[in-house]
């Protein structure tokens, strides 16, 4: 049994035993996506209208975001930090990229932003609940394309498992 697969049962046997929930940290990921997409809308907005106002906003709300990260990323390793808040913003970003595109019946196109943007949310949450460790990344590219043992799981696979597992929004 792979590290992964200890991790979801350890998880699974938590979650009967102390309702292991994740939905609040979930929760709280997706408010500092839409927060770094305000700071984004903030500082465009300023600079389309001239009017400076608009950055001490941005300041406000992204020392509003600075203070909920902290409550994600518990110990910042090297650029962990930064790491996961250009994940969780790149996500939010292809998720309206898609969101768009399946507005305009571009739906494989939709799927594939969609599918993107899942596999940075579960990134982050591989790095933030520490299933990553620098030690195992060429191991989790095993299964990659163009590698020889196609039965291996990607990285994203892998992590999609946990982020599938872990995290129930639903639980209460």
């Given at each position: ?10 998880l699974?046997?938590?979650?009967k ?13 997706i408010?500092v996506?839409?927060?770094?997409s ?7 907005t ?13 300041s ?11 409550k ?10 930064c ?7 790149a996500?939010?970003?292809l ?30 949450w ?10 195992q990344?060429r ?7 163009g ?26």
């Amino acid at each position: 049994m792979d590290k992964i697969e200890k991790f979801i049962d350890k998880l699974n046997k938590s979650k009967k035993e102390m309702k292991f929930d994740l939905s609040k940290d979930e929760d709280l990921s997706i408010a500092v996506m839409n927060l770094v997409s305000i700071e984004e809308h903030f500082f465009f907005t300023a600079k389309k209208t001239g009017n400076d106002n608009y950055f001490n906003l941005l300041s406000e709300v992204r020392g509003m975001r600075q203070e909920l990260m902290k409550k994600l990323v518990k110990e910042p390793e090297g650029e962990l930090w930064c790491i996961t808040k250009h994940l969780l913003a790149a996500s939010m970003r292809l998720l309206e990229v898609g969101t768009k595109e399946l507005k305009n019946n571009n739906e494989n196109v939709a799927k594939e932003m969609f599918e993107k943007s899942y596999n940075l949310y579960s990134l982050f949450w591989g790095l933030n609940l520490g299933m990553i460790k620098t030690g195992q990344i060429r191991s989790l590219g095993e299964g990659q394309p163009g590698t020889e043992d196609k039965t291996q799981k990607s990285a994203f696979a892998k992590l999609d498992q946990i982020v599938k597992k872990a995290i129930d929004c639903c639980l209460e």
